[in-house]
């Protein structure tokens, strides 16, 4: 069982084509694992969410076996426990798409669909899959808050909002204001080497999803003032 996408108008096809490498890559995996989802992995969350996490592709045996986002890798035991400390997902994560996990207020949606080698996209292919996450970050319409896992995540998530990435800078809690009015906040991407090396620790990444709660708040209160 597979999970299905609180945004279906603006997920890729299931075969999408547009990027060869990345096509030959999903045809090897299919033949090698014909059980997995080898294909692009849809949104997972709630589609009226105040808080989008742009993330950066499917992993190998996570998101690309089980066919939801963070879902069958270490990255997510970390996302989605931090989410549940904040009231942000209810259910019990088990690792795979039919568990009871439940995401509220939150939609997580990768910057590049489709597993790339070695985990790295090269940079057409991140160009290329733009018109998905520009397309999903406009049918979950009214989140005004934003956390990019990772560079290229933020990377995206700043062109994808109107912003200049001069002036925008990849950093562990560093937040820019779109042109639109969004908040992104960067964070360091909760992958089992930057939590096995240090780089990004619990309380790190709690402190991101703490001022995401915050900068809600206080947009709520600049709305009423």
């Not at 997920?11 to 033949?31: N, S, Y």
């Not at 910057?111 to 290329?128: G, M, Q």
């Not at 995206?156 to 937040?175: D, I, N, W």
């Not at 240090?198 to 206080?218: D, K, N, Q, Y």
Request: net charge neutral; charged share 20%; glycine share 10%.
């Amino acid at each position: 069982m597979f999970a299905p996408s609180p945004l279906p108008n603006s997920e890729p096809p299931h075969d999408c084509p547009r990027c060869p490498r990345l096509v030959a890559f999903r045809e090897a995996l299919r033949v090698e694992y014909p059980g997995w989802w080898n294909a692009p992995v849809n949104a997972f969350g709630d589609p009226d969410a105040w808080l989008g996490i742009i993330g950066l592709a499917p992993g190998k045996h996570g998101a690309n076996r089980t066919g939801r986002p963070f879902t069958g890798d270490h990255a997510g035991m970390l996302l989605f426990d931090t989410l549940a400390k904040f009231g942000m997902a209810s259910g019990i994560y088990e690792a795979r798409p039919d568990d009871t996990l439940q995401l509220e207020g939150v939609c997580i949606i990768n910057a590049v669909k489709c597993l790339p080698p070695e985990n790295k996209p090269t940079p057409e292919e991140i160009r290329t899959c733009r018109p998905f996450l520009e397309g999903q970050i406009a049918d979950l319409g009214p989140p005004r808050v934003f956390v990019a896992l990772g560079q290229i995540a933020h990377q995206s998530a700043v062109k994808v909002l109107g912003g200049k990435l001069p002036k925008a800078k990849f950093g562990h809690l560093a937040e820019h204001r779109m042109p639109g009015g969004h908040i992104l906040i960067d964070s360091y991407h909760c992958s089992r080497y930057n939590q096995n090396t240090g780089r990004l620790t619990p309380a790190m990444f709690e402190a991101v999803f703490a001022r995401a709660i915050e900068v809600r708040r206080e947009l709520a209160e600049g709305a009423a003032a």
